[in-house]
């Protein structure tokens, strides 16, 4: 769901940029305080994996496809939305100024819809879940679901505002192919979970514990 | 337990194998913004799977009349290719996407985590 610039009038370009800014800049400070020496490679690996995964679009029915976003993924983790921020913050400048992958001018907008709204439904959908589940792979699998789908309607929302998608057929469409695309989110943030898990319990020791 | 230095090369090299198999296992259909988006504007119906291409190129002059928005930006490697070279191109410029990723990842880290 990368935003051409096309799709989006200046004016309003510039007050995502503003807010994602604010949220950059919360990003970075939540780097200094939290990211010890220890977790610096996991940011690099999973930066490079959501990356190289954005790359795979999978077909969905309906001519259409779609690919994983990763900000679920990178807030359960490394236990923080704001890691979303920072990695599918840089994951969309290095798309968008070496490969045209969404715009420069509307990339305010795509670091509120992947990186915040992803980050923030995935990492507290995941933490509610939880103790639901008391195993951290359906929580996993509906965080990312549903990170993906509560993101994508709110690019339709961007996009009423714009005046480029009417309101209505703006959010079923978006929504309706979202919610098979967030299958695909769901599936591998769990199994990206699993691998992780197993390879390195140390690391999602934090976070896939229940809390009691 | 994984050994550390283990985990990260394996890591990284997931995320290289990813890349270089992306442009030969990706579909090239429209993605869920732009199915909408053509959808929408009438070049594709919401359940079709067929794309008008001449509806297509008009709907993205519509939609720039309609936010006035033109700017545009010619990008080394427009939509992961590199000129001349086919799909071996675009693995290379994921290859490289990635590559580059981890770098700023890395370094950024670096700098900031410092400061604390």
Redesign the interface.
């Known amino acids: 769901?990368?935003?051409p610039?096309?799709?989006?009038?200046?004016p309003q370009?510039a007050v995502y940029w503003i807010i994602a800014l604010i949220f950059i800049a919360l990003a970075?400070r939540w780097?200094?305080?939290e990211?010890?020496?220890e977790k610096?490679?996991?940011?690099?690996?999973l930066?490079?994996?959501i990356?190289?995964?954005q790359?795979?679009?999978?077909?969905i029915?309906?001519?259409?496809?779609?690919?994983m976003m990763g900000a679920a993924l990178a807030a359960i983790v490394l236990g923080s939305p704001f890691a979303a921020v920072f990695?599918l913050t840089?994951?969309l400048?290095?798309?968008?100024?070496?490969?045209?992958?969404g715009?420069?001018?509307?990339m305010g907008a795509n670091i509120i819809n992947m990186g915040v709204i992803g980050g923030f439904v995935g990492y507290y959908s995941y933490r509610g879940l939880l103790p639901v589940f008391k195993s951290p792979y359906a929580p996993a699998f509906i965080a990312g679901w549903l990170s993906l789908f509560v993101a994508?309607l709110a690019?339709?929302v961007e996009?009423a505002v714009?005046?480029?998608?009417?309101l209505e057929?703006?959010l079923?469409?978006?929504g309706?192919?979202?919610a098979v695309?967030g299958i695909i989110e769901g599936g591998i943030t769990a199994f990206a979970i699993y691998l992780i898990a197993t390879?390195?319990?140390?690391i999602m020791a934090d976070t896939t514990v229940v809390p009691a | 337990?994984?050994d550390?230095k283990i985990?990260?090369l394996?890591?990284?090299a997931?995320?290289?194998i990813?890349?270089a198999?992306?442009?030969f296992?990706?579909?090239?259909?429209?993605?869920?913004?732009e199915?909408?988006?053509f959808?929408?504007f009438g070049a594709?119906d919401?359940?079709?799977?067929?794309?008008d291409e001449e509806m297509a190129g008009t709907a993205?002059e519509e939609?720039?009349a309609?936010?006035?928005?033109?700017?545009?930006?010619?990008?080394?490697?427009?939509?992961?290719s590199i000129e001349g070279l086919a799909k071996f191109g675009e693995a290379a410029?994921?290859i490289?996407?990635?590559?580059?990723?981890?770098g700023?990842?890395?370094g950024?880290?670096?700098v900031?985590?410092r400061?604390?």
């Open positions: 769901m990368h935003i610039d096309a799709f989006i009038p200046l370009a970075l780097a200094r305080r990211l010890s020496e610096i490679p996991l940011v690099a690996i930066a490079a994996g990356f190289a995964i790359a795979v679009n999978i077909p029915p309906w001519g259409t496809s779609g690919h990695i840089l994951v400048i290095v798309q968008g100024v070496l490969f045209g992958d715009g420069l001018t509307v994508a690019c339709a996009m714009a005046g480029t998608f009417p057929l703006g079923f469409s978006m309706l192919y979202h695309i390879a390195r319990p140390d | 337990m994984m550390k985990f990260i394996a890591g990284i997931i995320a290289l990813i890349a198999m992306a442009p296992i990706a579909s090239s259909n429209p993605d869920g913004l199915s909408a988006f959808g929408i594709k919401l359940r079709g799977s067929t794309l993205e939609v720039t309609i936010t006035g928005n033109e700017y545009s930006f010619e990008s080394p490697f427009p939509d992961y410029a994921v490289i996407g990635t590559l580059v990723v981890v700023i990842a890395f950024l880290s670096r900031v985590a400061k604390g």
